[in-house]
């Protein structure tokens, strides 16, 4: 089936994008990712070693010619941060990517709309495709599209929580007003949470906790997998409309039509 | 309008901790946290994770709680993992000075005791930070003791302003200083401070801070809040177990001062500090000492508390204890420390601060926390190095 996912000039195959945190060692990070199936990668640029001399520095398991290794400027606590963090991963060779991350409080992590807009704006500018982490807010998805990027990425709850898609109803809005694909970002913490993003037609979902802290995360990404792919052919296959009324196949009133 | 515990609805928001302590039922929790019952236990466990008060933390140090601690620390691995993750954030303690003009009972720096005194240059600093550098450390804590003159804050930002270009991450554990001052050390290039109150209980805090500036009770308890308002990204606290009769007093006390920074310093990530008393060049011995499942029932109290607070473990502990610990709630630690000025360069020339309890080398600590499946974090900066920034000029 030709359902590529297609972000800014380059085209996927996979629709579930993986974060790099939290996990208990780099080679277990690294079978995950594998497992998962996913064509891009996003890892925090200030868990890189940029002047690194050596050692086993995290990029050293993120095998760059399988995946788009997709910087995010997480740590960044306003627009000039992110955008010197954005730079700084340009100069170090990766791609001209980034995961637009702008989270000024530290316990949810949740993201400054104001600081991201204007982020966005001085990426673009720059040339990078720009995807964007944002709250469930309709009409900031579209602002952040209008200045050019590429994606936006809602959150399904906060990050880390693992409590699933909490902002289910504002992420419809999104996905139905959206001309850039919609990626559901944080808090999806069981496939069935990816499946359910993917059902009402999100075009992609990032995992990274849910993954790296389950008791099996090789096992997990791959459910992960399956739960992406089952939600996604199961948008494609157009769900039947659901109801609170029974839909009787013996109408009483078909008499009628006789 | 969110209230840490129960009894207080309604009342106007606290501006200062010193407000917000002052409300404190001490009475009451302490009555708790030495008498609760189990079904006082059971409720305060059973409720989900952010919605237990203060309340209940207090509920959770008491003898009835620890019975239940095995319970109490799978739910704190669960919730520490959930929030951090396997990995765990690694530092290292820089000594810059061990003069002192304050005589505080319990410490190896106390003016009137007759230690080896050092105070670094520069030069010295950074040869320390390299030392720590090789070793793969990325963040440094420095620490002096309380010398206005010797180690005031131009002394601060002439050390800071030279590890910057090289040190990812610089946090202070020094005096307590004024925002203005805060912010300057900010500027300069540090982005944390941890304050430890010693003790929350302002009597025994006047009777073991014999001397010195340290003395100014209120200077202190209010540093945090002025260091998180003059920008620092990383703001700790902590208690001095053991200073004061009864830990749990001071227990609830910390335990009150992160939840209430959380919320006024919003901007900021809080940590929590468990710091023991240990033996010092002061022969200082604690009346009651807290035991080891005590400071374990802490740890988990803390967590099940504050889910998302990091709480650092230092090597004033065995290693034994620690790598419990470390399963059990702790997000950062430091290892193969050296708590004399110099000391990492040329150990033990000068007086230390405490002795160190859990002597394996950062080696040994990072292979055995792979071992028990947590990666060592040592690259986390917020502020990229001068050979990163060159890298980024150079290629524009």
Redesign the interface.
């Known amino acids: 089936m030709n359902d590529l996912l297609k972000i800014a000039d380059r085209e996927f195959t996979s629709r579930l994008l993986v974060g790099t945190?939290?996990?208990?060692?780099?080679e277990v990070m690294r079978e995950a990712l594998a497992a998962s199936g996913s064509e891009i990668v996003t890892v925090a640029l200030?868990?890189?070693?940029?002047?690194a001399t050596g050692?086993a520095?995290i990029l050293e398991f993120i095998d760059a010619g399988r995946y788009l290794l997709l910087p995010n400027t997480s740590?960044a606590?306003n627009a000039n941060e992110a955008v010197?963090?954005a730079?700084?991963a340009?100069?170090?060779g990766m791609p001209a990517w980034v995961k637009l991350e702008v989270t000024?409080?530290?316990?949810?992590l949740l993201p400054d709309p104001v600081e991201t807009l204007r982020a966005a704006e001085m990426l673009v500018d720059e040339g990078f495709t720009v995807l964007p982490y944002i709250n469930a807010d309709p009409v900031l998805a579209k602002r952040l599209e209008e200045v050019g990027c590429a994606t936006v990425m809602p959150l399904g709850s906060w990050i880390?929580s693992?409590k699933g898609l909490r902002t289910r109803d504002a992420i419809r809005i999104i996905i139905d007003q959206a001309m850039v694909p919609v990626i559901v970002d944080a808090g999806l913490g069981a496939p069935s949470h990816a499946a359910e993003a993917m059902e009402m037609g999100a075009d992609a979902v990032l995992v990274n906790?849910a993954v790296?802290?389950a008791g099996d995360p090789v096992e997990m990404a791959s459910a992960f997998r399956l739960g992406v792919e089952a939600g996604r052919r199961a948008f494609l296959a157009k769900l039947g409309p659901e109801r609170d009324e029974a839909d009787a196949s013996s109408p009483l009133t078909g008499f009628l039509d006789a | 309008m969110n209230n840490n515990w129960n009894g207080f609805l309604g009342r106007p928001p606290a501006v200062t901790f010193a407000n917000e302590l002052g409300m404190i039922p001490f009475e009451r929790f302490l009555i708790h946290a030495s008498e609760a019952s189990s079904a006082l236990v059971d409720r305060a466990l059973t409720k989900e994770a952010g919605q237990r008060t203060l309340e209940d933390f207090a509920v959770l140090l008491s003898p009835a709680a620890g019975e239940r601690l095995e319970q109490m620390a799978q739910a704190s691995h669960e919730l520490t993992v959930a929030r951090f993750g396997r990995t765990m954030q690694m530092y290292a303690p820089l000594y810059l000075s061990n003069e002192c003009l304050s005589s505080c009972t319990y410490c190896g720096f106390a003016r009137t005791l007759p230690i080896v005194r050092r105070t670094l240059a520069v030069g010295e600093t950074l040869r320390e930070a390299r030392h720590l550098g090789a070793l793969g450390f990325r963040s440094v804590l420095l620490l002096t003791g309380e010398h206005e003159k010797e180690t005031g804050v131009e002394f601060l930002e002439r050390h800071i302003r030279v590890l910057a270009p090289e040190v990812p991450q610089i946090s202070l554990e020094v005096q307590v200083w004024s925002e203005a001052e805060y912010q300057r050390l900010a500027a300069a290039g540090a982005e944390g401070v941890t304050i430890y109150q010693e003790t929350y209980h302002p009597d025994t805090y006047g009777r073991v801070h014999e001397a010195g500036r340290k003395r100014r009770y209120l200077w202190r308890l209010l540093g945090p809040e002025r260091a998180a308002r003059a920008g620092m990204r990383r703001i700790g606290v902590g208690a001095l177990l053991g200073l004061h009769p009864d830990w749990r007093y001071d227990a609830i006390a910390t335990a009150a001062h992160a939840a209430f920074l959380q919320r006024h310093a919003w901007r900021s990530s809080v940590s929590v500090s468990i710091p023991r008393m240990r033996p010092s060049e002061s022969h200082f011995s604690p009346e009651c000492p807290v035991t080891d499942r005590e400071l374990t029932r802490y740890v988990c109290a803390l967590r099940l508390f504050l889910p998302d607070v990091g709480l650092v473990a230092s090597t004033r502990e065995p290693a034994a204890l620690r790598d419990g610990l470390f399963r059990v709630g702790i997000t950062r630690t430091s290892a193969g420390s050296h708590t004399e000025p110099g000391g990492y360069e040329e150990p033990d020339e000068a007086g230390e601060q405490f002795q160190i309890a859990d002597e394996r080398s950062v080696a040994e600590v990072a292979s055995h926390l792979r071992s028990l499946g947590y990666e060592p974090v040592w690259e986390d900066w917020a502020r990229p190095t001068e050979a990163v920034e060159r890298m980024l000029v150079e290629a524009r």
């Open positions: 945190g939290k996990f208990g060692s780099h200030r868990r890189v070693d940029l002047d050692g520095d740590g606590a010197r963090i730079r700084l340009r100069s170090a000024p409080e530290p316990r949810f880390g693992n906790t790296a802290v």
